[in-house]
Nanobody, 123 residues
Framework: VQLQASGGGVVQAGGSLRLSCSASRRTSTNNAVGWFRQAPGKERDFVAAIGWRGMSPIYADSIKGRFIISRDNGRDTVYLQMNDLKPEDTAIYYC?????????????????WGQGTLVTVSS
């Protein structure tokens, strides 16, 4: 399975971006999908995840209320709508397909990873 993350770019603080994560084949439908991010010099952190069929999304406290994760199984695509972006949101954002159907925060729960898309938020 190959995952393609896209939608990153440069945006001013307070702006919005929508990231997309597309799978190469219909294998993620029954699995949770998550978004993670990694800022320069820092570890990869959990951002959001969504269960199969869009059930039970979970969010990191740092982005709760600003980001929304959703999925379109018909298109094998998961989205991350990011609103009210802050400079501290600057990072490479990765999507990943989990081993099972339940959304999880740990990177250990994820089997397939995309290449990442860079989000830069200027102040």
């Amino acid at each position: 399975v190959q995952l393609q993350a896209s939608g990153g770019g440069v945006v001013q603080a307070g702006g919005s971006l929508r990231l997309s994560c597309s799978a190469s084949r219909r294998t993620s439908t029954n699995n949770a999908v998550g978004w993670f991010r990694q800022a320069p010099g820092k570890e990869r952190d959990f951002v959001a995840a969504i269960g199969w069929r869009g059930m039970s999304p979970i969010y990191a406290d740092s982005i709760k209320g600003r980001f929304i994760i959703s999925r379109d199984n018909g298109r094998d695509t998961v989205y991350l709508q990011m609103n009210d972006l802050k400079p501290e949101d600057t990072a490479i954002y990765y999507c990943a397909v989990a081993l099972g159907p339940i959304a999880a925060q740990s990177t250990n729960a994820y089997r397939y990873w995309g290449q990442g898309t860079l989000v830069t938020v200027s102040s």
